[in-house]
C-alpha cells in the first residue's frame, strides 16, 4: 500500500506542474498584456515540457511498473482495491499518450499554441482570417502529426477524439449525428413553419455590465458556486478552469449587454465550476481527483445551462430578482412572456449564442470541417468558404465576416481539434443524468421553483464529482442510470418542450 | 565563446523557472481567492524547490566551472570580455547563495511564505497582531537559520542585508544612519518649530477611484511605462513585479481617496516599472538581464517619487490636468498651494503615506527592530510594544492600532529581514543620479516643467537600466558620478527644499 501512496505523491507533483500551466492559460485569457505574448509562449513552452518529461520520466515509470505491465496494460497485482485499479488504468492511459509524444514536440505545440491563440485574438479583433491563417496551418500540421504519434486504427481524426472522449471515432460520431441531424432540422422546420413569432425585443437592451456582473454572481452562489475557493473575471470567451478544488475561476463576457446570452454562459460556466470545485482534493493530480472526460465536464454545464437555468420552474424563482435588477425595462413582463423569449428559436451565426435547437447542428458544422482537415488533406485558406457553405446548408445563415463565421471559436487556435463533438456528447448526457436526478430527487422542479439549488448540487456532487475517473463516460451513465449513452432522451426532451413553447 | 551562449541558455531556462514564481505571487497579491492559500502555498514551495534545484544542479555547475573555479569564485579564462566577466562573477554569486541553502529548507522557507502573507492579510483586516504572530515567529526563525547558512562575520542580519545589497552590514548601516538620524530629526524639529501651518484639506476627499486610476495610468505613460508590456491592478500593498521586460506588472491603491498618496505611490511603482522594462531581454536570465540590487531598485522609484513627482516643475505642468479630472474641488488652486500641500511635512503612522523628512526614519525604526529580532533573542511577541516605543522616540506618534503599527508592511510576513535599509540607502542614490542627470541633461527641469519625460527615462534606459548587473551598486555611483555611495547629497537636497517650503 505503501507504493500507491508513493505513486499518488508522484502524480500530485505532477498535478502542481499541469496547475502552472493552467494559471500561465487563465493569466493569458485574461489579464495578460499583448507585449508578453512571445515570453508567455515561451514560459507556456517550457512549462508543457516539464510536465511531459515528469510523465515520462524515470520516477512516475518504476513506480508505474510496480502495478502494471508497462508493454500490454495489464495489472500485475491484484489485492488493490477496485477504486486503485481503474486509478491506475487511467494513469496508464495518460502515460501511454505523454510516452508517445517527443519531448520537442510538446514544447514546439504548446509555443505554437500559446502564439495562435494570440494570432486569433487579434485576427478576430481585425475581423481577418489571413492574420490567423498561416498559425492555424501550423496548428493543424501538428495535430496531424500528434494523431500519428498517438496512433489510430482507421482515421487520424480518431486519435484525437479518443484523447477527449475515449473510446470516440469519426466513425461513431457520424453514426451518432444521423438521428441527431435528421430530427433536429426536422424540429427547425417545423418551428419555422408553425409561424409563431415570440417578441424578445427586449432581451438585449444594453443592460449595465455592473448589474450583469452581479446578477451572474448572485446565480452563481445560488447554485453552489464558493467565491472563496474561485472567482470571476472577464474573457473574450468564457471559460472555467480548475487549478485545483480550492482554486476554480470562471470567465464571462458581458459586452452586448444580451441578457439570455450573459446569463446562460455564467450558469453553463458554473456548472463547470461546479464539478472542477467537487472534485476529491486528496487525490489532487491522480485520475480519482480528475474529470472524467470533455464530453462529462459538458454534461454538467450543460445540465445547468440548459435542463435547470432554461426551464420554466427555474424562471419562477429569478424573474421577479430579475425585475430587481432591471426593472424599468422588464416591468409587467409575465413568466410565460419571458420562457418564451428566453427559449425563442433563432438561427444564429454564433454557436454560443444558439438555441438548443440549433446548438448541434453548429458542432455538427465543425466535425464536419475537422473531418476534413484532419482527415484528409483539405486545405486551410480554403477554410472561410467551406464553413460559410455549411453555415448556410445546417443553419440557413451565411457569415458575412469571419468574425462572425469561422474567427468565432478559441479551439481551434490552440489545437483542439476532435473536442467539439463532447459539447453534443455532454449536452446527451446531461438529460439522461438530470432525469436520473429527477427521479431520485422527485421534488426537484418544485426546489427549482424555489430557488433551492444546492440539493441537486450536491446529488452531482456525490454521483458525479467525487468520483473523478473512477467510471469512463459511458460507464457512469450506465452506472448512474442503467442506460447506455443515447441521443434519444435529449432529442425527446426538445420535441416535447418546443412543441410546448410553439404549440406544434 | 559557444560555451558562454550554452551558460546563458541555461541560466535563461532557470529565469523561466524564476518568472513562475512571480506569477504565483503576483496573483495571490491581486486575485487568487483567500480559499486557495494552501494550494498556492504548495505550488510556490514546488516552484521555489525547483528554481533552486536548477540553480545548484549538476548542469549549471558544470557549465560555471569551466569559467570559474567554484571554491575561490577566481575567474578561469581571461580572454572574456569585461562585460562576461563581470556576468560570471554575479552567476557566482547567487550560485554561492543558493548552493548554502538546504533543497528542504527551500520548499520550506516558500510554503511558511506563502501561508504567512496569507495570515498577514488576515491579521491586518481583522487589526489583530496575535493572528499573525505564529507565521511571525516561524519567519524569524526560517531566517536566522537562512543567515547561518549563508555566512557571516560579524552579526546574522549581516548576511540578509548583504543579500539585497551586496557588502552591506548591521555596522555600516548603523554608522550611515548616524548623521542621517541627527539631521533628519533636527530638520523636522526646526519645520515643526516653524509653525507655518500648509493647509491640505482638500487632498483627502474621496475622489473617485475611477479617476485616480486613470490619472496614474495617464502619468505613468507620460513617464514611458509601456501599456502594451505591462498593466495596472490593485492591491493592499502597491508593488511591481517584472516578468520579464515584456511583462511588468504594477499595483496601486486608491481606497483612501486621497491624491497625493495614490499619486505618488502609482509614480514610485512607475519607477521600479520602468526599471524592470528597461533591462535587456536579450540577457534574460542572466545578471546583465537583471537589476542591480534591490537599493538601486529603490533608487529609481524614488527618483521619479521624489526628485521629479515631487517637484515643482513636475506640478506645473500637472496641477491643469488634476483640475481637469478633479474640476469641482480644486478650482483656483495655484502652483505653490499644491506644491506646499503634496510636501506638506506631518508625522504619520504610515511609511508609505510619510513624507520625506520622516520616511528614513521609518526605516530606522524597522532596521532597529531587525537588529534585535534577528542579532539577538528578542521575542516576537514583544514586536507591538516595541515598534509603538520607536515610533514614539523617532516618529513622536504612538499608533493605537497594529494594523496602524507593526501590521502595516507586507515585507516581514514573507521573511524580508534586512531589506529595509535597501530603501534608505535607494533614496541616497537617488538623489546622487538625479543630480547627474541634471547636469548632462541641464534642460532637465524645464522639460519636467512641459510634461516631457522621457528624455530622463532614456537617460535612466541607457545609464542604468540597460547595463543589468555590470556594476555593483557602489561602483555604478561612483561610474556614473563619480563620487562615492553619500547621503549628504539627500540630506542637502532636503534641506534645501523644507527650508524653502517653510521659510526657515
Redesign the interface.
Known amino acids: 500500500m505503501a507504493n500507491i501512496t508513493e505513486l499518488k505523491n508522484n502524480l500530485r507533483?505532477i498535478g502542481?506542474?499541469d496547475?502552472?500551466n493552467r494559471?500561465?492559460n487563465w493569466?493569458q485569457q485574461t489579464?495578460?498584456?499583448?507585449?508578453?505574448a512571445?515570453?508567455?509562449a515561451?514560459?507556456s513552452s517550457?512549462?508543457s515540457r516539464l510536465f511531459h518529461r515528469k510523465l515520462t520520466g524515470d520516477t512516475l515509470r518504476n513506480n508505474l511498473k510496480k502495478f502494471i505491465d508497462l508493454e500490454t496494460g495489464n495489472l500485475k497485482k491484484n489485492e488493490l482495491s477496485t477504486r486503485n485499479q481503474r486509478m491506475l488504468q487511467e494513469v496508464y492511459r495518460d502515460y501511454r499518450h505523454a510516452i508517445s509524444l517527443p519531448q520537442d514536440f510538446v514544447g514546439k505545440l504548446a509555443e505554437a499554441g500559446s502564439r495562435s491563440v494570440q494570432a486569433w485574438k487579434k485576427a478576430k479583433e481585425a475581423d481577418d482570417f489571413n492574420l490567423f491563417r498561416p498559425h492555424l496551418e501550423k496548428m493543424v500540421n501538428l495535430e496531424k502529426q500528434k494523431a500519428e504519434y498517438f496512433g489510430y486504427e482507421d482515421k487520424p481524426l480518431d486519435a484525437l477524439l479518443d484523447f477527449y472522449e475515449p473510446g470516440m471515432t469519426t466513425k461513431k460520431v457520424t453514426e451518432l449525428f444521423v438521428p441527431v441531424k435528421e430530427r433536429l432540422t426536422t424540429l427547425a422546420e417545423r418551428i419555422k413553419e408553425s409561424g409563431k413569432e415570440i417578441d424578445d425585443s427586449f432581451m438585449c437592451n444594453s443592460y449595465p455590465e455592473s448589474k450583469q456582473r452581479k446578477l451572474s454572481r448572485e446565480m452563481l452562489k445560488t447554485m453552489g458556486y464558493?467565491?472563496?475557493?474561485?472567482?470571476q473575471?472577464v474573457s473574450a470567451h468564457p471559460f472555467t478552469v480548475g487549478?485545483?478544488p480550492?482554486?476554480t475561476?470562471f470567465t464571462n463576457r458581458f459586452a452586448e449587454g444580451c441578457l439570455a446570452s450573459s446569463i446562460s454562459s455564467a450558469v453553463h460556466e458554473g456548472g463547470h465550476a461546479l464539478y472542477e470545485q467537487g472534485l476529491n482534493p486528496d487525490e489532487f493530480g491522480n485520475p480519482l481527483g480528475e474529470a472524467i472526460s470533455y464530453g462529462i465536464h459538458e454534461s454538467q454545464s450543460r445540465l445547468w445551462e440548459n435542463m435547470v437555468g432554461a426551464s420554466r420552474p427555474y424562471w419562477q424563482y429569478w424573474l421577479p430578482k430579475l425585475k430587481e435588477y432591471f426593472s424599468d425595462d422588464l416591468e409587467g413582463m409575465t413568466l410565460g412572456e419571458w420562457y418564451r423569449a428566453y427559449n425563442k428559436v433563432e438561427p444564429s451565426l454564433i454557436r454560443v449564442d444558439s438555441d438548443e435547437v440549433h446548438y448541434n447542428l453548429h458542432i455538427l458544422v465543425r466535425f464536419e470541417i475537422e473531418d476534413r482537415l484532419i482527415n484528409s488533406n483539405f486545405e486551410v485558406k480554403h477554410l472561410p468558404e467551406i464553413w460559410n457553405e455549411k453555415m448556410e446548408h445546417y443553419i440557413g445563415l451565411k457569415p458575412e465576416t469571419d468574425t462572425q463565421g469561422v474567427l468565432q471559436d478559441i479551439h481551434w487556435s490552440w489545437g483542439q481539434f476532435g473536442y467539439f463533438p463532447s459539447y453534443s456528447l455532454g449536452t446527451f448526457y446531461s438529460v439522461q443524468i438530470f432525469n436520473q436526478a429527477k427521479e431520485e430527487i422527485p421534488e426537484l422542479m418544485d426546489l427549482i421553483a424555489r430557488g433551492e439549488l444546492i440539493r441537486l448540487k450536491e446529488w452531482l456532487n456525490e454521483n458525479v464529482h467525487k468520483l473523478g475517473r473512477r467510471f469512463k463516460a459511458g460507464e457512469l451513465i450506465k452506472e448512474l442510470t442503467g442506460n447506455e449513452p443515447s441521443s434519444d432522451p435529449f432529442l425527446d426532451y426538445l420535441e416535447e418542450k418546443y412543441s410546448q413553447i410553439y404549440d406544434l
Open positions: 507533483e502542481l506542474v496547475s502552472m494559471i500561465l493569466d489579464y495578460m498584456p499583448d507585449g508578453a512571445e515570453f508567455r515561451e514560459q517550457y512549462m464558493d467565491f472563496d475557493r474561485g472567482r473575471d487549478f485545483h480550492t482554486d475561476r
